[in-house]
C-alpha cells in the first residue's frame, strides 16, 4: 500500500503578522530607535568635507598643424598624468601641507610621512573630459581629451581652495616648462646631430676632392672626354706625322735646287760680257785645283798659281765651305769616279786622276772645321734666286722642328690620356662608392636641417605660447557646501536599516517561541477547527495605558522633527534657502 504523508503548508496572513509586531512592539522599537539614533548621530557629528575644484581646458595650438608642427607628439591624457607623476612628489606634497597648514602638528609627529602623501593624493582628483570629434587625418570618429577638472578636498573650505589654486599654477606651470623643455631639448638634439652630420660631411667632401686631385683626369664623368682627346690626338699625330713627310720631301728638294744656285749674282762687265762672281770663282778655282792635282805635283806652277788665288778669294770672301757643302762636292766627285769606272779600267789616267780627286777631297773634309766662318755683311749672298731658296730652305727646317716638338708633345699627352682610360675602372669603383657616401650623407643633412628648421618653427610655437595648452576656465571657489558625509543619505540608511533590524528580531523571535497563538495554529495541531474564538478582552487601565503610550509616541516624534529641523538649519543649510531651492525647483520662486 503506497502512503502519502502531506504537509500543510504553515502559512499566516496579515492580521497574524500585525498580531505578532503588537505583541514584540518593544523588541521591534528598540533595535529601530537605537540604530536610527547612532545613524542620526553619526550623520551629524561626522566632519564635513569640503572640496574645491576648477576646470582646465585643454586648448589647440593657433597655428596651423600643416603650416607650423609641434615636436610635442604625445596625448594630452598622457601630458596630464605625467605633469601629476612630476607634481605628486613627497617633497612637493609635504611643501603643501607645511605651507597650508593641512595637518596639525601633533598629525604631523605622529603620522608616518608616506601615510601623509597617500592621504593628500586619495584627496587629489583629476578627472579627464573627453568628447567625440573626427581625426583631421583619418576622417574617422575619436574621443579626444579637450579638458580635465582638478580638485582637491579637506574639511576646511578655505584651505581646501587655496590647495587647488596651487595645484592648478603647478599644473600650468609644469605643463609650460614641460612643453619649452622637450622642444628645446629636440632642437638642441637636432643642433647636435646637425653639426656632427655638417663635419662629416666636410671630411667626406675633403676626402672626395683629394681623391679627384689624386686621380686627375680619370674620373667616370671623363671617361667618354678622354676617349674624344685621345681620338683627337691620333688624328693630329698623323696629320703631323703626314705634314712632316711633305716637308722632309720639300726639304729634299729645296737642298738639292740650292746646290745649284750660286749664292752670288753674277757680275756684268761694261762691255756687257758677264763675269763669274767671287764665290764662283773660288769653286771654279777649287773645281780646277782638284783637276791639277790629280795631273800635277805640289810644286807645279799651276798648282801654286791656283792655290795662291784661292786663298786670296777666301780672304776676299771671308767664308770656306760648309761639311755639308764639302761633303756635297764630294758625292758628286765620287759620282764622276764611279761613271769612270764603268768605262775605263783602274789603270786609265782619266780614273787615275779623278782617284786623287776624290782623295784630296777626302783629305781636305778631314782638316775641315764644324762652323763656318762668317765675314762682313757686303759678302752675303745676293743671289735673289738662292736667298728665295735659303729662306723657303730654313722656314722648312724651322716648321719640321715645331712639327717634331708639337709630334712629342702629342705622344705624351696620348699616353697620358690611355693611362687615364686604364685607371678609369679601379677608380670608378672607389669613386662611386664616395660619391654614394657623399650624396646619402648630403640627404640626411638637408633632411636633417629640415628638421632642425622644424623644431625651431616648434620652439617658436611652444615659446610663445602658440601651441597646444592648459586654459584655466574656471578658477576654484571656495566651496559653500561639504561633500562629505551625506547626511540624508546616512539617516536614510540608517532607518532603512534599524527598521530591517527590528521587523528581522521580531520575526526571529516569533518563530522561536512555543506559544500557539490563532485559528490557524490551533486547527493545524488539531487536525480541527475551534467551535468558538474568543477575542482578546482590554480593560479600561489598558486602554488608558494605551493611550498614554501614544501620546508620548507622538510628543518624542514632534521633538525629534524639531530637532531635525534645528540641526539641519545649522549644521547642513539654513531653511530659509532651503525654501528657496524648493521653490526654483517647482518654478514657484
Do not use: C
Not at 610635442?72 to 607623476?85: D, G
Not at 712629342?408 to 693611362?419: H, P, Q, R, S, Y
Not at 540624508?488 to 527598521?499: D, E, H, K, P, Y
Amino acid at each position: 500500500m503506497n502512503m502519502a504523508v502531506e504537509f500543510e503548508e504553515d502559512t499566516k496572513g496579515i492580521d497574524e503578522y500585525i498580531a505578532a509586531f503588537k505583541r514584540r512592539k518593544k523588541q521591534f522599537l528598540i533595535p529601530v530607535i537605537s540604530i536610527f539614533t547612532i545613524a542620526v548621530l553619526t550623520a551629524f557629528i561626522w566632519p564635513p568635507t569640503y572640496r574645491s575644484s576648477a576646470t582646465i581646458l585643454i586648448e589647440e595650438q593657433q597655428i596651423p598643424k600643416d603650416l607650423v608642427a609641434s615636436t610635442i607628439t604625445s596625448y594630452a591624457a598622457q601630458q596630464i598624468e605625467v605633469i601629476k607623476a612630476r607634481i605628486m612628489t613627497s617633497k612637493n606634497i609635504m611643501d603643501l601641507v607645511e605651507r597650508y597648514g593641512l595637518h596639525t602638528e601633533d598629525e604631523l609627529r605622529t603620522t608616518a610621512r608616506s601615510e601623509i602623501v597617500v592621504e593628500f593624493i586619495e584627496n587629489v582628483g583629476v578627472n579627464v573630459q573627453s568628447a567625440g570629434v573626427l581625426d583631421p587625418v583619418t576622417g574617422r570618429a575619436t574621443e579626444a581629451t579637450i579638458a580635465f577638472t582638478l580638485s582637491y578636498k579637506h574639511s576646511v573650505p578655505n584651505k581646501a581652495m587655496k590647495v587647488t589654486s596651487e595645484l592648478v599654477n603647478l599644473y600650468l606651470n609644469e605643463n609650460l616648462k614641460d612643453r619649452t623643455e622637450k622642444s628645446s631639448s629636440t632642437q638642441l638634439f637636432l643642433e647636435e646631430e646637425a653639426a656632427a652630420l655638417a663635419n662629416e660631411l666636410e671630411q667626406l667632401e675633403t676626402d672626395l676632392a683629394e681623391f679627384k686631385l689624386a686621380n686627375e683626369g680619370s674620373l667616370p664623368e671623363l671617361y667618354q672626354y678622354n676617349l674624344q682627346v685621345m681620338e683627337r690626338t691620333e688624328r693630329e699625330m698623323l696629320d703631323v706625322a703626314l705634314r712632316l713627310k711633305e716637308l722632309e720631301k720639300r726639304k729634299l728638294e729645296l737642298e738639292s735646287q740650292l746646290v745649284q744656285l750660286s749664292p752670288y749674282a753674277p757680275t756684268v762687265m761694261p762691255d756687257g760680257q758677264p763675269v763669274l762672281s767671287d764665290y764662283d770663282r773660288l769653286k771654279s778655282l777649287k773645281s780646277q785645283y782638284r783637276q791639277k792635282v790629280a795631273i800635277y805635283n805640289q810644286g807645279h806652277p799651276d798648282i801654286l798659281r791656283i792655290s795662291r788665288e784661292i786663298k786670296v778669294l777666301e780672304g776676299e770672301l771671308g767664308v770656306s765651305l760648309s761639311p755639308e757643302q764639302h761633303a756635297e762636292q764630294l758625292r758628286a766627285e765620287k759620282n764622276k769616279l764611279n761613271e769612270l769606272q764603268q768605262k775605263y779600267t783602274t789603270d786609265h789616267p782619266k780614273y787615275i786622276a779623278q782617284q786623287r780627286v776624290v782623295k784630296q777631297l777626302s783629305e781636305d773634309g778631314e782638316n775641315l772645321g764644324d762652323t763656318v766662318v762668317t765675314g762682313a755683311k757686303k759678302n752675303s749672298p745676293d743671289n735673289p734666286a738662292y736667298v728665295l731658296l735659303d729662306t723657303q730652305l730654313k722656314s722648312t727646317v724651322v716648321e719640321m722642328q715645331i712639327l717634331k716638338e708639337n709630334k712629342v708633345e702629342l705622344g705624351a699627352k696620348l699616353k697620358k690620356f690611355e693611362n687615364y682610360i686604364l685607371k678609369a675602372p679601379m677608380v670608378e669603383k672607389t669613386y662611386i662608392a664616395m660619391q654614394r657616401d657623399y650624396v646619402s650623407a648630403t640627404e640626411k643633412y638637408q633632411e636633417l636641417n629640415a628638421k632642425q628648421r622644424a623644431a625651431e618653427l616648434g620652439k617658436n610655437l611652444e615659446q610663445g605660447r602658440k601651441g597646444e595648452r592648459f586654459t584655466l576656465i574656471d578658477p576654484p571657489e571656495l566651496p559653500e557646501e561639504p561633500v562629505s558625509p551625506n547626511r540624508m543619505a546616512i539617516i536614510f540608511l540608517g532607518l532603512v536599516f534599524s527598521v530591517g533590524v527590528g521587523a528581522g528580531l521580531v520575526i526571529v523571535l516569533e518563530a522561536l517561541a512555543p506559544a500557539i497563538r490563532g485559528k490557524s495554529a490551533v486547527t493545524s495541531l488539531m487536525g480541527a477547527a475551534p467551535l468558538v474564538v474568543v477575542p482578546y478582552i482590554e480593560i479600561d487601565e489598558e486602554t488608558e495605558v494605551k493611550s498614554n503610550n501614544w501620546v508620548k509616541l507622538i510628543i518624542a516624534l514632534v521633538i525629534v522633527i524639531i530637532l531635525g529641523i534645528i540641526t539641519f538649519h545649522y549644521q547642513i543649510k539654513p531653511l530659509d534657502v532651503t525654501w528657496f531651492m524648493i521653490l526654483r525647483k517647482f518654478g514657484l520662486g
